[in-house]
C-alpha cells in the first residue's frame, strides 16, 4: 500500500517566519504535488513536480517555492511566512502517467500567529 | 482553465436514505473524472475514477457515478446510505491532453449520516 508521510502533522509559525514541509513517498512514484485545503475552497494546487529537480506552478504558488532533490522527497517552502498561509497543507504522489489516481499523506495543519 | 462545481456545500441525510452528490466541469477537452472521500480524521482517498468506457462507474463502499458528457456531469450516487458514510466528498478533473500536471477539485461536500 503506497505511503505518503509529510513529517508534521501541527506547526505552529510566526509572520516572517522560513517554514518547511516535508513529504516523503514510498512507491516510487514520479509525481508529487502540493496542495492546499480551506474551508469552502477545497483544495487548490500550489506546486507539482514530475521528475527529480523539475518542478511546475500550480494555481496558487505566489508566497511558495518546492524542492525536488531526490525522487521520493518533496518539500514545501514558505519564503516568509504569513497569517493568510494559515491552512492545511496536503502532500500528493502518484505514478508515471496522465491522472493517475493521487495518493494523500495525512495533511499539515499549518497556523502561522 | 477547467474548473469544478459541487452544487451542495452540506448534506444531511438519514440512514438507508439515497444519495446523490451534483458535480458538473468546465473543460473543453476530454477529461479524466474523480471523486475522493476525507473520512473525519483520515486522508483523503480515491472512491472512484472515470477514464473511458462506461460511462457508468462503480467504486467502492457501494458508490457509482454516472459521466454524462452533453451535460458536463459527473454525479455521485449511493442508493442507501450508512452512518459510516459521514465524510467531506470532492469532485475532481484533470485533462487527459498530457501531462502530469494535477487535478483540479470542487469544493467538496460536507456529508453527515444521522443514525
Known amino acids: 500500500d503506497v505511503k505518503v508521510t509529510q513529517s508534521s502533522r501541527y506547526l505552529v509559525k510566526r509572520t516572517g517566519e522560513k517554514v518547511f514541509l516535508e513529504c516523503v513517498q514510498d512507491?516510487?512514484?514520479?509525481?508529487m504535488f502540493w496542495y492546499r485545503q480551506d474551508p469552502g475552497l477545497g483544495l487548490r494546487l500550489i506546486y507539482f513536480?514530475?521528475?527529480?529537480?523539475?518542478?511546475e506552478k500550480g494555481d496558487i504558488p505566489e508566497g511558495y517555492s518546492v524542492s525536488r532533490e531526490k525522487k521520493e522527497r518533496f518539500s514545501l517552502i514558505l519564503e516568509s511566512a504569513s497569517t493568510n498561509q494559515t491552512s492545511m497543507y496536503l502532500c500528493a504522489s502518484s505514478p508515471e502517467g496522465y491522472n493517475s489516481p493521487l495518493h494523500f499523506g495525512n495533511g499539515t495543519r499549518l497556523t502561522v500567529t | 482553465a477547467q474548473s469544478v462545481s459541487q452544487h451542495n456545500h452540506h448534506v444531511i441525510l438519514s440512514e438507508a436514505a439515497s444519495l446523490e452528490l451534483g458535480c458538473n466541469y468546465s473543460?473543453?477537452?476530454?477529461?479524466?473524472l474523480f471523486w475522493y472521500v476525507q473520512y473525519p480524521g483520515q486522508h483523503l482517498q480515491l472512491l472512484l475514477k472515470?477514464?473511458?468506457?462506461?460511462?457508468l462507474v462503480k467504486g467502492i463502499k457501494g458508490f457509482e457515478a454516472e459521466f454524462i458528457k452533453s451535460k458536463f456531469s459527473f454525479n455521485l450516487r449511493k442508493p442507501s446510505v450508512q452512518w459510516s458514510d459521514t465524510a467531506e466528498y470532492f469532485c475532481?478533473?484533470?485533462?487527459?491532453?498530457?501531462?502530469?500536471?494535477?487535478?483540479?477539485f470542487g469544493k467538496g461536500t460536507h456529508l453527515i449520516i444521522q443514525p
Open positions: 513536480s514530475y521528475d527529480v529537480k523539475m518542478k
Open positions: 472515470y477514464f473511458s468506457g462506461d460511462p
Open positions: 512507491m516510487d512514484h514520479e509525481n
Open positions: 473543460y473543453g477537452g476530454t477529461v479524466n
Open positions: 475532481a478533473v484533470g485533462s487527459s491532453g498530457g501531462g502530469a500536471d494535477g487535478l483540479t
